[in-house]
């Protein structure tokens, strides 16, 4: 009787748990799960949203999408973008947050604030400022560039300058979320590391890559995962900003999904590009945590 009575208590706290998850599990399958499913089943059919039938037609949509060159120029730029975005935030988060951690820095809560304010402006109101900054006329850039003899550059028109400038925003959007985490991570490093090191005569940057940059690995990898996951997920300022062009030389895979399915009304061929963006996000975040984030805690222990 006695050995039995440990299994109830944990069979009643098991039952508990469940119970305060269940609320969860529901939201997470209607809003989650469920659409997720929808649309893989959606991907092997041919449905233009008005036909009161589906047509089954398997992979069909998965061959036309592969053998698309537009798919795979658009499949560039997102790579382009999220690389480029996650690289520059992470670097640049980084050094900030070095910079704010010095106790000699005066103001920190007010560049806190005002690092982290672009993170919390809507997207599309941050679209409409660069808009206003980048305008070929009357645009700050182009007034600055004049004072150094550059002629005007339509930024946003220009297939050369048009990604970089949608990078530029992606960043500055993302660098306060990258340096809040890091200075917080900062902030829980023991200050014996650095009296140790400055006993041996370290300079400063011998410090920040043998102990800053190895003891923030977890956070780093972290915001690599999360970087991946929202610049490879970007719409909404590309949208705003240039629809896609020039000539498809910003047009995203958001914004090739949103053309395919909501102007030429090819859903079941949209729904095909939104499987290959969720197998590609799946797989590069298991990339990252077998040989980057289990790899490192296995070299730990």
Same mark, same amino acid.
């Not at 098991?14 to 748990?17: I, K, N, R, V």
């Not at 992606?170 to 660098?175: S, T, Y």
């Given at each position: 009787?006695?050995s039995?009575?440990?299994?109830?208590t944990?069979?009643?706290d098991? /039952?508990?748990?469940f119970?305060?998850? $269940? =609320?969860a599990i *529901?939201?997470? #399958? +209607?809003?989650?799960?469920?659409?997720?499913?929808?649309?893989?089943?959606?991907?092997f059919?041919?449905?233009d949203?008005?036909?009161?039938d589906k047509?089954?037609?398997f992979l069909?949509?998965?061959?036309n999408?592969?053998?698309?060159?537009?798919?795979?120029?658009?499949l560039?730029?997102?790579?382009i973008?999220t690389?480029s975005?996650?690289?520059?935030?992470?670097?640049?988060?980084?050094v900030?947050?070095?910079l704010?951690?010095k106790?000699k820095?005066?103001?920190?809560?007010?560049?806190?604030?005002?690092?982290?304010?672009?993170?919390?402006?809507?997207t599309?109101?941050?679209?409409?400022v660069w808009l206003?900054l980048?305008?070929?006329?009357?645009?700050?850039?182009?007034?600055?560039?004049?004072?150094?003899g550059?002629?005007d550059?339509n930024? /946003?028109?220009d297939?050369?300058?048009? $990604? =970089?400038t949608v *990078?530029s925003l #992606? +960043?500055?959007?993302?660098?306060?979320?990258?340096?809040?985490l890091?200075?917080?991570?900062?902030q829980?490093?023991p200050?014996d590391?650095?009296?140790?090191?400055?006993l041996?005569?370290?300079?400063?940057?011998h410090?920040?890559?043998s102990?800053?940059v190895?003891?923030?690995r977890?956070?780093?990898?972290?915001l690599?995962i999360?970087?991946?996951?929202?610049s490879?997920?970007?719409?909404d300022?590309?949208?705003?900003?240039?629809?896609?062009g020039?000539?498809?030389?910003?047009?995203?895979l958001?914004m090739?999904?949103?053309?395919t399915?909501?102007?030429q009304?090819?859903?079941g061929y949209?729904a095909a590009?939104?499987?290959v963006?969720l197998?590609?996000?799946?797989?590069?975040?298991?990339?990252?945590w077998r040989?980057v984030?289990?790899?490192s805690?296995e070299?730990?222990?």
């Open positions: 009787m006695e039995i009575a440990p299994n109830k944990k069979n009643k098991g /039952l508990t748990a119970l305060f998850l $269940l =609320p *529901i939201i997470l #399958g +209607v809003f989650n799960f469920y659409p997720i499913g929808s649309v893989i089943r959606l991907s059919f041919k449905w949203n008005l036909a009161p047509t089954w037609i069909d949509n998965f061959k999408l592969f053998a698309n060159p537009r798919f795979w120029n658009s560039k730029i997102t790579f973008y690389i975005v996650t690289a520059l935030s992470i670097v640049l988060g980084l900030l947050a070095v704010l951690n106790k820095f005066t103001g920190k809560n007010f560049w806190r604030g005002v690092f982290f304010l672009p993170v919390i402006t809507p599309v109101a941050a679209a409409m206003l980048f305008n070929p006329g009357f645009g700050i850039v182009n007034i600055f560039l004049r004072r150094f550059i002629r550059i930024w /946003l028109a297939i050369h300058w048009a $990604l =970089p *990078i #992606g +960043v500055w959007r993302r660098v306060g979320f990258t340096l809040i890091y200075l917080a991570a900062l829980a490093i200050d590391y650095y009296e140790a090191a400055d041996d005569g370290a300079s400063g940057l410090k920040f890559f102990i800053t190895p003891l923030l977890s956070t780093t990898i972290m690599v999360l970087g991946i996951i929202d490879f997920l970007v719409f300022p590309v949208m705003v900003l240039t629809r896609g020039p000539a498809n030389a910003t047009e995203v958001g090739y999904m949103y053309f399915s909501f102007q009304f090819k859903m949209g590009i939104s499987v963006i197998i590609i996000i799946v797989v590069l975040t298991l990339l990252q040989f984030g289990f790899g805690s070299e730990e222990g």
